[in-house]
């Protein structure tokens, strides 16, 4: 994810023509009373940076473009929060039955249980837990809730014609240490949502952003070889 895998080609354009563009439109809308105004996120410093990019590229923070969710546990002593199949409920342990790629979840619970709070996470969003087992990763192809462990994120829609959500499946495999590094040091080590939203990425234009994912992908059954040998 530093512009080292794939070739940049002039026919991908520029991310950030299209950051300029986006960040127009959705200041638009704010003007219009569509969209709720946010506390905008710090400006990128320099220190914030740790690598080069390719000049096509952009820095973002992963707030601007993304809805970040908190997941909970509801009370086990609520049998009507359990006794339902309204909604998937994730967990760590749906990653050690099928992998990092969700399509069910061993658990549910009911619509009670959110009382209306804003806790799905939406199909094709990035899981990542920011405590306990720090730095543990999905990619969810169903619409669903998870535990307090994992945060959920999901693209924001003005930004859906700017990002895959695999591109940031692939870029926070690459950031466990700095989640680490970034927790807060209690019992267990704990990413707040508002510090990871913080958190830098490096954008390539969405073409680029795909082929990335592609030779990943390609690369991906040589990499679990290396790790079985």
């Known amino acids: 994810i530093q512009g080292k895998l794939t070739e940049q080609l002039p026919e991908d354009g520029d991310a950030r023509d299209l950051l300029k563009e986006i960040r127009k439109e959705k200041a638009r809308l704010i003007k219009e009373g569509k969209i709720k105004k946010e506390k905008p996120l710090p400006e990128i410093k320099e220190e914030e940076i740790p690598f080069d990019i390719p000049e096509n590229w952009v820095w ?11 997941g909970f546990t509801p ?4 049998s009507n929060f359990w006794d339902s199949q309204d909604i998937p409920w994730f967990t760590v342990k749906d990653i050690r039955d099928q992998g990092h790629f969700i399509d069910h979840t061993q658990e549910y619970i009911s619509n009670e249980a959110i009382n209306g709070s804003e806790r799905i996470v939406k199909a094709n969003s ?24 994992f945060n959920g994120i999901t693209i924001n829609s003005l930004f859906e014609p700017f990002i895959t959500p695999l591109y940031i499946y692939y870029y926070v495999q690459t950031i466990t240490e700095r989640l680490v590094s970034e927790a807060g040091k209690t019992t267990f080590p704990f990413l707040s949502t508002k510090k990871l939203a913080n958190f830098t990425v490096p954008i390539a234009p969405l073409s680029e952003q795909k082929r990335i994912v592609e030779k990943i992908e390609e690369l991906m059954p040589e990499i679990e070889d290396l790790k079985v040998e």
């Open 60 to 70: 973002v923070r992963l707030g601007e473009f993304s809805k970040i969710i908190n």
């Open 75 to 78: 009370l086990r002593s609520k």
């Open 126 to 149: 990035v899981l990542l837990c920011c405590t306990a087992s720090i730095g543990e990763f999905a990619y969810t192809k169903i619409d669903l809730t998870t535990n307090q462990q």
